[in-house]
């Protein structure tokens, strides 16, 4: 057993399905963090034995090559994933994010083209929300979808897309209505391939962490596609991106955990073997009682996360859960790291250290799926029964 008991309260099909992916992680992952880290590339040769491994498809029946064993399977394997590397569990849980509308909203043709090899990892999704004015604010969006005969014209820009520089598809927000009466009406989610005319990346962007992701900046000019393209019904994107953003918190809130555990496991080894004074750093209380301090924040944010999780899976609305859960793992990994780093002294600050690697990424988990203040908003609008937009 490692640092926390990952395997308590899990089912035999979690159980098996944990051990699978640890191995996977030790023998694919594990050997080539750095190399990829240093390259500033995601291992793409990994998507197609993700796939075999079912890491995608986890959320998605077995009639479109999922494994149907739910939401709280899936982050589990972000959360063994991100203990090796934030950057490649950024890319899987974007895949997966991809795919999600497709397969509650989309069509029978959308399904077949994108979420059977989607799932497979023979086609990489992107999610293309955000864009340069605008994040928080998703009803804010500015680019447009003007229909023209049965198809849909483009123009606008995205920005921070992560796997964009890869990516064979993106399911992107459009305005493709007026701003009246309300302006998250006039939203629609569409699928736009890589190499449709028009869609160019701008530039791929260099980030503080998460080394293994590839992120980027996209343009659209006159981009035309099918109306077919639109998921489910035009008009109602808005809706389908909130769903994508609270199964995202979920995943984001994995990933934060499977990274403070990573950094914890190292600090606890470290400060058994650091001597100062004759003994272990680890004998001083004000080491231990650190250890004891960043074990219980994870142990809590482990628990509210596969809570949350929990009441997904059984169908609960779960809403503010999943935003706590996001929010409360986002400032823990944050408060994991900084503390580990303090614990290996001044070696914790050199860059040949692990767990400064975690310390870069631990930064976005609180931006990255929705700010710590967007997270608070939506609970706080829940318990106060208020409505409204920000
Ligand atoms: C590495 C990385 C990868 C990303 N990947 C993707 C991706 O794949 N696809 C995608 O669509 N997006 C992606 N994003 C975008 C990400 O979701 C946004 O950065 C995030 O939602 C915040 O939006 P913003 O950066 O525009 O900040 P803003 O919305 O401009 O916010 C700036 C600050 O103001 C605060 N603020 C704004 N509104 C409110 C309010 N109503 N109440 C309180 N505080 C508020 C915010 O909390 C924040 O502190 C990525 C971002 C990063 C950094």
Sequence with gaps: MGIIDTEALLNEEEKLLVRSIREFVKKEIEPI???YEAKKKFPIHLMPKMGELGIFGAMFPEEYGGTNYGVTAEMLIIEEIARAAGGIAATVLVQVLSLLPIFK?????QKREYLIPGIKGEKVGAVAVTEPNCGSDVAGIETRAIFKGDKLVINGSKMFITNAPFANFFTVAVRTGPPEPKRHLGISYVIVDKDTPGLNIERTLDKLGWHTSETAELSFSDVEIPKENIIGK???GFYYIMDVFNHEHLFVGAQSVGMARACLEQAV??????????KPIAEFQAVSHKIADMWTQLLAARTLLYYAGRLTDAGVDAVKEMAAAKYFAGEMVNKVCYDAIEIFGGLGY???CPVQRYYRDARV?????GTSEIQKNIISRRLLKRKGEG
């Design 350 to 352: 050199m860059m040949e």
């Design 105 to 109: 909203y989309g069509s029978e043709k």
């Design 269 to 278: 080894e470290y400060s058994l073997t650091r001597k100062a004074w004759g």
């Design 365 to 369: 988990q609180t931006i990255g799926g």
């Design 33 to 35: 963090v750095d190399e």
């Design 234 to 236: 035009e008009g109602h």
